[in-house]
């Protein structure tokens, strides 16, 4: 099993920045896809962006491409979320996430691990 918890959010005002982490423990290492998913509310959760284990390549949403950047700390057991040029449509409880996949699968049923969430609202 593996635990996850977010930490990071918060109230910032359109175009501003802020930075989510998310600390793993349990049996953790370094073969795991780490991810970022957000929900507003009324929608569904949806992909953000995410890591692979196996290339470090990283992935996005369109929507939030060049203003979003994934990173990893394999030594700590967390990963991250730099987020800039905030839009009041980035506004949501966003969710970290972790699974072994070898590839990148954007669909929530993909993912075994979730933390509890965070929420970030931006302003306009």
């Known amino acids: 099993q593996v635990q996850l918890v977010e930490s990071g959010g918060g109230l910032v005002q359109a175009g501003g920045s802020l930075r989510l982490s998310c600390a793993a423990s349990?049996?953790?290492?370094?073969?795991?896809?780490m991810g970022w998913f957000r929900q507003a509310p009324g929608k569904e959760r949806e992909f953000v962006a995410a890591?692979?284990?196996?290339?470090?390549?990283?992935y996005y949403a369109d929507s939030v491409k060049g203003r979003f950047t994934i990173s990893r700390d394999n030594a700590k057991n967390t990963w991250n979320l730099q987020m800039n040029s905030l839009k009041p449509e980035d506004t949501a409880v966003y969710y970290c996430?972790?699974?072994?996949?070898?590839?990148?699968?954007?669909?929530?049923?993909?993912?075994?691990?979730w933390g509890q969430g965070t929420q970030v609202t931006v302003s306009s």
């Open positions: 996430a972790a699974d072994r996949m070898i590839t990148i699968s954007t669909m929530t049923a993909s993912w075994d691990y």
């Open positions: 349990g049996r953790t290492g370094s073969s795991y896809a």
């Open positions: 890591i692979s284990w196996t290339s470090g390549n990283t």
